[in-house]
């Protein structure tokens, strides 16, 4: 061999190996700090038997034959945590601060729940048991296939949060709570990491489907309704995620830069209502920085407004991996340190034996966590059984999603008269989607299709458009795998799944048009965790997308025959430049695994719709005040931040809207800033259709001591049975400061009503609830004078109005 070639050998081998070594070096790194740490700390303790005291039963659970109070199930959770803490060494203690890594999140941990992501590590010498976290607001997340078992265990996807949102039925969402709560309880999950109740600032937001509204009154009780209903089983949930959460892209450093009244009136105002009302076990503090300082390191977050201020008594716990300082979190509050690394185990020891992080602190949230424990089924040894009943949580989602389901527009079409030939037009029509992605995503048994659901009701779907579909799907096959597990919640924050879609040519709609009677098209979506939705091919349809609905409509309508359109979406897009192409459209958001039988429900008119709009539909995506200051091109997912820490670029490297992020709309979210902007909107927020006729009368104000109340009669005037949205909007007449024209106070959901039935409501709005935040006085406050008590079908469609001096 040449010499020249010789080198060049040597220095390939050589850049190899060194590139060898430093893999392996990575992966020992990964493998030591992040995920194969805690062992005698993260498997599950040999819980003592049962032992019979005198009258009293009890877990022996330091095996010392003798009942110690934190082992007596009748005395209070503080007396016992107290106990604890008083034989709990700080090894122990410290060990609590921080999850066990990443085994479990990865499906590989033996004793644990594949798929569960985050633990509470046991404490073996006292008996204490460890809890399992996880995922999230459509239902758990878990792996439903475990290595060696022919059984599975499915979870249920129940519909996404904005579409729960969009029912306006705090009772409803409690009994969807329940029912998720339920697999939790059955399959083991001590902790649901959700409700997420971030308000949707921008539509882009990719984790908009996870969220509720754009307003905080209707998140915050919608959330609180999801806390109970789950709680109610003595599951914990983690609301999440505090605070100011509203964009994906850089999520792990973005440092929003909110006004204090923003803060308060709109952002932190949906937490606040879930504190106050369902006092959550736990919430998770948010990756980004709010102001310059990162929320998992805020006291002023944490501890003075969650604690002092709302009364907030449970566990903070951090997103997974977040935050960069981890004695500021302990010290400020966040009690928690999710997954848990070993460096950070390390820095906790460390800190606290150089003095900086003190006994005190780490003996509250130590307190808080024990509390946690001794209230989860575990330290009850619940024997859980792993069978959830789920035919009647498919039934809750079918009725659940078909209440969210919104009517926006229907010409004499719907419902749908029997035996119709319908083409079915669109991929989505055939795959249909149930939720978003990421850790919002829900390892489903099966997914109703548009397809299935309208033939199960006895419809004919036209054979052409079925040939259309199967031949589209035969030749893409590839592009319609959807990966699971691990590989399918990354592939899910790189790109989500969305049915590739047909491209039908004019000759093929002309042929529909003539062998069908009606065209049903859907139009799909799919975003999630990571990274942000973008303008184009996304909020606006593609050019496919309107040339299938435009050319549909001008052929069926030209032989006499109707158009839908079923919006399969898990956040808005552009529909004013489209909307008169279609005689009826229907939002069907992303229902759940039933989510094809939940629009059938409503298509062939089985249910009534009485979704509404939880968000406004703008006519441009730039009529959002916040479309100024969020990063319109979006960025692809960085896959180091999901496990690093210290991502903040140096100051004069910072990017706008990605490191930073100006709310400089501050309180002018959503329809706060159309009505005052006076800027025309495709459909308005509340908004939403029925196929009955509701008339409002009779409105009746009182004012008593520190509350307004209000009463008003519903009647149903139309032909059929139906439940109406009822909404409460104030004003202040002649305000001297800064104020949205309208702000939603409360809302109510009628029951059903028959034809001609009526309902008087009752609201009972605390004066309280009138109050802005005083920037200058640092305070909230409530200007004296008269205001507007507005009772409308939607936020612009006012039915009556009455006045009042406070
Ligand atoms: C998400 C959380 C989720 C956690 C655990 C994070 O990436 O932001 O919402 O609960 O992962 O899966």
Redesign the pocket.
């Known amino acids: 061999m040449k010499k020249s070639l010789k080198i060049i050998f040597t220095f390939i081998i050589s850049i190899l190996l060194i590139g060898i070594l430093f893999l392996g070096y990575q992966v020992f790194k990964f493998k030591y700090n992040v995920l194969d740490f805690e062992n005698d700390f993260s498997k599950t303790s040999n819980i003592p038997v049962l032992i019979k005291n005198g009258e009293i039963n009890f877990i022996d659970r330091n095996g010392n034959k003798k009942l110690d109070i934190y082992e007596d199930s009748q005395k209070p959770v503080d007396v016992r945590a107290e106990d604890i803490l008083s034989k709990i060494n700080l090894d122990e203690k410290i060990h609590l601060l921080k999850g066990s890594g990443m085994k479990s999140?990865l499906g590989m941990s033996k004793n644990g729940i594949p798929g569960a992501?985050?633990t509470i590590v046991s404490t073996p010498r006292l008996g204490l048991p460890n809890l399992y976290l996880s995922?999230?607001p459509a239902g758990l997340r878990i792996s439903p296939k475990r290595d060696g078992e022919e059984r599975t265990y499915y979870c249920t996807a129940f519909p996404i949060g904005t579409l729960l949102a969009s029912t306006w039925n705090t009772e409803l969402v409690q009994e969807v709570g329940n029912a998720m709560g339920n697999e939790a309880l059955n399959y083991g999950i001590d902790v649901i990491?959700g409700p997420?109740a971030n308000i949707h600032r921008n539509p882009l937001c990719g984790r908009n489907f996870e969220y509720y509204s754009e307003d905080p009154i209707l998140s915050g009780n919608i959330g609180a309704a999801m806390v109970n209903g789950i709680e109610s089983n003595g599951v914990g949930t983690s609301v999440?995620?505090f605070i100011a959460n509203n964009q994906e892209t850089s999520r792990n450093s973005n440092n929003a830069i909110i006004s204090e009244r923003a803060l308060r009136e709109i952002y932190l105002k949906s937490f606040e209502i879930i504190v106050k009302k369902a006092q959550p076990w736990t919430i998770?503090s948010s990756?980004n920085k709010v102001n310059g300082e990162n929320v998992s390191e805020s006291k002023k977050l944490l501890t003075n407004i969650l604690r002092d201020e709302w009364g907030f008594e449970g566990v903070v716990m951090t997103?997974?991996f977040g935050g960069n300082n981890t004695l500021n979190q302990i010290s400020s509050g966040n009690d928690l340190l999710e997954p848990g690394t070993r460096e950070q185990w390390e820095e906790l020891k460390k800190g606290h034996e150089d003095g900086k992080l003190s006994i005190k602190e780490i003996n509250t949230s130590v307190n808080r966590i024990l509390k946690l424990i001794l209230k989860s089924n575990k330290m009850k040894n619940y024997d859980f059984k792993n069978s959830p009943d789920l035919i009647k949580h498919a039934e809750i989602t079918r009725r659940s999603a078909s209440e969210g389901i919104i009517l926006l527009k229907n010409e004499d079409m719907l419902p749908l008269e029997k035996n119709k030939n319908i083409a079915l037009i669109g991929a989505t029509s055939f795959d249909f989607i149930s939720g978003g992605s990421?850790?919002g995503d829900v390892e489903e048994a099966y997914t109703v299709s548009l397809e299935e659901a309208l033939i199960d009701s006895g419809y004919k779907i036209n054979e052409v458009s079925l040939n259309l579909f199967k031949s589209h799907f035969l030749a893409n096959e590839s592009s319609f795998k959807k990966y699971e597990g691990v590989l399918g919640t990354l592939m899910g924050m790189i790109n989500p799944y969305t049915p590739p879609e047909i491209d039908y040519s004019i000759n093929s709609i002309k042929e529909l048009a003539k062998s069908a009677d009606i065209a049903v098209i859907t139009i799909g979506r799919n975003s999630g965790?990571g990274s942000d939705r973008v303008e184009v091919d996304d909020f606006l349809l593609s050019k496919k997308e309107l040339k299938m609905i435009e050319v549909t409509s001008k052929e069926f309508r030209s032989l006499g025959k109707q158009v839908v359109v079923v919006l399969n979406l898990g956040g808005v897009i552009e529909t004013e430049s489209w909307k008169n192409h279609a005689d009826s459209i229907i939002l069907a958001w992303q229902g759940g695994q039933e989510a094809g039988n939940s629009v059938t429900d409503i298509l062939t008119g089985k249910v009534n719709p009485s979704g509404k709009l939880p968000m406004t539909f703008p006519i441009n995506l730039i009529d959002h005040a916040s479309s100024n200051n969020f990063p319109m091109d979006g960025e692809p997912l960085d896959v180091k931040s999901?496990i690093t820490r210290n991502n903040d670029k140096p100051l004069n490297k910072q990017e706008k809207n990605k490191d930073f992020t100006l709310y400089d709309e501050g309180i002018y979210v959503g329809y706060r800033h159309f009505d005052k902007a006076k800027i025309d909107v495709s459909y308005p927020f509340g908004f939403g259709l029925s196929f009955t006729n509701f008339k409002y009368s009779d409105l009746q104000v009182t004012k008593s001591n520190d509350s307004i109340n209000l009463s008003i009669k519903i009647e149903n005037t139309g032909d059929y049975v139906g439940k109406e949205i009822v909404q409460v909007y104030l004003s202040k007449v002649n305000s001297k400061i800064d104020r949205p024209k309208n702000e939603l106070k409360a809302f109510l959901k009628t029951p059903n009503l028959v034809k001609g039935g009526s309902i008087r409501l009752q609201f009972s709005i605390p004066i309280s609830d009138f109050a802005y935040w005083d920037e200058n006085e640092k305070g909230w406050k409530i200007e004296a004078g008269n205001y507007l008590l507005k009772v409308g079908a939607s936020s612009r469609d006012i039915k009556l109005i009455q006045n009042i001096d406070i």
């Open positions: 999140a992501v985050g995922d999230g990491l997420a999440k995620h998770m990756y997103d997974w990421g850790s965790e999901l």
